[in-house]
């Protein structure tokens, strides 16, 4: 790699950064706004509705536009023009196909819960029949825009204009009327249009035309048998991610899953030194683990997590001493009982998780993402299975723990596979 092309990797790394550390406070905003707006029990069926569109969007694009990215990458690279030509096609109508599946399953699965008796809001419904097909074409072209080297576009509109031009339309259906649950979705859905349309625009000026006079070229076989590991990979992460909120949602009060969502949003602050340290190393790892440079690999890793562990507990233990008034005073009275244990047990999960340092990140860099997923699986699994146990008896708070046990899970297989595999303690000692 020349001295040019590591300065222009991390200038777009530090750019992924600064949108990362815009988009943060944007989506704190999002949710304190409608917290206080809908209410908990209103919050909690917009929460279910977004964790339910984000894990359907796998299908509808989320879940393939890394392969996306690979395939068109090297197809660009290769000349394989037609090739590329034809993948454009087939991802086209997976994902026309894809919506209207899923619009037909969410209806059918709506009016036969509605027929043995259970009260299914419609707006639950039609909230993620709108927006699950936006994530998933946003998800595809922020695929293509990184293949055509534009990430901080692409993360531009996926991870700040979204969400911002979201919580515009919102709060100009709030001045005007009640925001509803249902409207604040469609907000949701209109905020990723927006995006799209940006995002579609660079593509279309930067894409070469010449792909689209190529004659269109398939290999379906050989398409299907390589996305599946791109597909099963954000699978588990997102099933990670939202898993707690959607087994809540079914087990749970609608108050109960807004308080959880309350205490999710503002927890993930104290994560943020560690993803940020993520996205600033991630280049350098790649090329020390390419050296097999390993001393150096480990002297980074301390350093970062004993930073990223001081910034995140000047965050987190705020919430813990002061976590009931601070709750009262941004998310509003409403919240307090219902979020507070809650964000006590996800802050000390997220400081475990910052605890333990870039261990994912510096297994994916060094060629070892199939462990990753292994930790995945496992925290999935573990997750499942102790929210099936706790959150009957213990509602909200079972469902925090779950995600506390998944979490920590996580963290204890990648960080065993991080010594086995480099030889790196995962610790910040």
């Not at 509705?49 to 509808?60: E, K, N, P, R």
């Not at 809001?121 to 927006?131: E, M, R």
């Not at 959880?260 to 993930?268: P, T």
């Amino acid at each position: 790699m020349t001295h040019k092309q590591r300065r222009n990797g991390l200038g777009a790394s530090f750019g992924l950064a600064l949108v990362k550390f815009g988009a943060l406070p944007i989506s704190l905003l999002t949710a304190v706004y409608l917290a206080r707006t809908l209410g908990p029990s209103g919050f909690g069926t917009y929460s279910l509705a977004v964790s339910l569109a984000t894990v359907a969007a796998i299908l509808l694009g989320a879940g393939y536009n890394q392969f996306l990215l690979r395939e068109t990458a090297q197809s660009l690279q290769f000349g394989h023009l037609g090739m590329l030509h034809g993948l454009l096609r087939r991802m086209r109508l997976i994902w026309m196909s894809g919506t209207a599946l899923l619009a037909l399953l969410a209806l059918g699965i709506f009016f036969v819960l509605r027929a043995i008796g259970h009260d299914v809001p419609f707006s639950l419904v039609l909230g993620v029949v709108l927006l699950a097909p936006m994530l998933g074409a946003l998800a595809t072209l922020t695929g293509l825009l990184q293949a055509l080297k534009s990430p901080v576009v692409a993360q531009f509109s996926n991870l700040f204009l979204k969400p911002a031009a979201g919580l515009l339309i919102a709060f100009a259906i709030g001045l005007v009327a009640h925001l509803t649950a249902l409207q604040a979705l469609i907000a949701q859905a209109l905020g990723a249009l927006s995006a799209i349309v940006l995002s579609a625009a660079f593509f279309l000026r930067k894409f070469p035309k010449e792909v689209w006079d190529a004659p269109a070229e398939y290999n379906d076989r050989v398409w299907a048998y390589a996305f599946l590991p791109f597909a099963l990979l954000t699978l588990t992460s997102s099933f990670n991610n939202e898993l707690g909120i959607i087994m809540l949602g079914w087990m749970g009060e609608p108050s109960e899953v807004g308080g959880l969502r309350a205490a999710q949003s503002a927890a993930q602050l104290v994560s943020f030194p560690l993803i940020i340290g993520n996205m600033l190393l991630a280049p350098q790892v790649a090329v020390l683990s390419k050296e097999n440079n390993i001393d150096e690999m480990r002297r980074i890793f301390v350093l970062s997590a004993r930073l990223a562990f001081l910034t995140a507990l000047c965050i987190g233990l705020p919430m813990i001493l002061w976590g009931k008034e601070l709750i009262n005073l941004i998310f509003g009275p409403e919240f307090s009982d219902l979020a507070f244990l809650p964000l006590i047990i996800l802050v000390g999960a997220q400081l475990i998780n910052v605890f333990f340092g870039q261990t994912g990140m510096y297994l994916t860099m060094s060629g070892y993402e199939k462990e990753t997923l292994k930790g995945q699986i496992l925290a999935l699994v573990l997750l499942f299975l102790s929210a099936l146990g706790l959150i009957p008896s213990f509602g909200v708070i079972g469902a925090a723990l779950s995600v506390a046990i998944g979490l920590i899970a996580w963290n204890a297989v990648l960080g065993w596979k991080l010594y086995q595999k480099l030889r790196i303690r995962p610790t910040v000692f």
